[in-house]
């Protein structure tokens, strides 16, 4: 595993974080606001840096799209945490 925190460690944080505390039906649970807020606190924990307005900027209209130390990118919004599907299959 690479020392330098990646998209791959915050969907995986951010997974068990909601599954852990609410269930596995946790979108079902969660108000969609306090998801994208959940989502955005965990990313930059990672140190990932927002390159379009985050969640508390746009008033979660829009996903936030943000880029780690490692170069590798997700999003983040009303539905959680997502990567994008090239950066799954090499991560």
């Not at 306090?34 to 979660?60: K, R, Y």
């Amino acid at each position: 595993m690479p020392g330098t925190p990646t998209a791959h460690h915050a969907l995986n944080l951010f997974s068990l974080t909601m599954e852990s505390r609410h269930g596995c039906d946790w979108k079902d649970k969660i108000a969609p606001h306090t998801v994208a807020m959940l989502a955005d606190e965990i990313v930059l924990g990672f140190g990932a840096e927002p390159l379009s307005p985050t969640s508390t900027q746009s008033g979660g209209s829009v996903p936030t799209v943000w880029r780690f130390p490692d170069g590798s990118t997700c999003r983040t919004g009303f539905f959680g945490l997502k990567m994008e599907e090239a950066l799954r299959k090499t991560a």
